[in-house]
């Protein structure tokens, strides 16, 4: 068969049992995180000053993914193409009111994905090829309760409640869609440490409790993610090494009965930072990752580039 799109529950359902048969049921539903990561590299720990309007941030990201990997890490039979190509803004407001001795503040994130996904899934008569595509708006993510912290000269901390609302673009028969179609609650904590050498340790942790899909009676697992990155500060540089790991704590549920499908995955790959106070430049990001150790899940290719100005 060629090109096909999920315009049925018929070939819905088929494809998610050819999936399940080839050892490439994917973890959370649609086989990716709920909320991203590759977001935080250097700097994670520190929020940026209050002002009087506020800081705005611009994300822009690649990822790419020619396998999956199997409940046992090994490479599925089933063929993958897998793009994701996202830009964000961020607006982040701080404060100089003080809560719980940090600083109070709050942001909000709007993400727009481009997205493409191809199968080609083994059967007995030959394979099933199947592609779909969504580029639309992402699920809008709001932090109302945002801390900020400078316990000793060097040492940056922050926390956050987040909160990712069900306003993206999503459609249950669509072999890959931009929106979760669900709540999900995310509790965060950063720290940032800056040695007299100018070698900076930084990471950010955080948890995911996903909401159920009303359209398909499917609710993720709870997922784990923690981001970092080392380096040394050169002038207005910082070159170093980032990465994340992902790890899905608990079995994801269908009609309220756990079906397993746990996924994890890790990556690294160099970072490089760019911030000189009063040049007039924004702070910049970059950073280049390398998926490996992947479960239940694609194993691909994170780049990013990110810039914050503060008004």
Excluded: C
Aim: charged share 15%; proline share 6%.
């Amino acid at each position: 068969m060629s090109r096909h799109s999920l315009q049925s529950p018929w070939i819905h359902g088929a494809v998610l049992g050819l999936l399940a048969a080839a050892g490439a049921a994917q973890a959370v539903e649609n086989g990716a995180p709920i909320t991203p990561f590759g977001v935080f590299d250097f700097g994670s720990g520190m929020l940026p000053p209050p002002t009087e309007v506020a800081t705005v941030g611009l994300r822009t990201a690649f990822y790419r993914a020619s396998q999956l990997r199997d409940d046992a890490g090994q490479r599925s039979p089933v063929g993958l193409k897998l793009k994701v190509d996202s830009i964000g803004v961020a607006l982040v407001k701080m404060t100089d009111i003080s809560v719980l001795g940090g600083k109070y503040g709050a942001y909000a994130v709007l993400p727009y994905l481009n997205m493409s996904n191809r199968l080609s899934i083994p059967t007995p008569v030959g394979p099933l090829n199947l592609a779909g595509s969504d580029s639309a708006q992402g699920d809008i993510q709001i932090a109302p309760l945002v801390l900020q912290w400078t316990p000793s000269p060097g040492l940056f901390a922050n926390a956050a409640l987040q909160l990712q609302l069900p306003t993206g673009s999503y459609d249950k028969n669509r072999l890959i869609t931009a929106g979760t179609n669900h709540w999900t609650i995310t509790p965060n904590a950063a720290v940032t440490y800056i040695l007299p050498s100018g070698f900076e340790l930084s990471s950010t942790f955080q948890l995911n409790f996903n909401g159920r899909n009303k359209d398909t009676d499917y609710r993720s697992g709870v997922e784990y993610q923690q981001e970092f990155a080392l380096g040394q500060h050169v002038g207005p540089w910082t070159f170093g090494v980032g990465g994340y790991v992902y790890q899905q704590l608990t079995d994801d549920k269908r009609a309220g009965q756990d079906i397993g499908n746990r996924s994890r995955v890790m990556a690294l790959g160099p970072v490089i930072n760019f911030f000189e106070l009063g040049s007039g430049w924004p702070l910049v990001w970059v950073h280049a990752y390398k998926e490996f150790n992947a479960r239940n899940r694609a194993q691909g290719t994170h780049a990013a580039l990110r810039a914050a100005w503060s008004f």
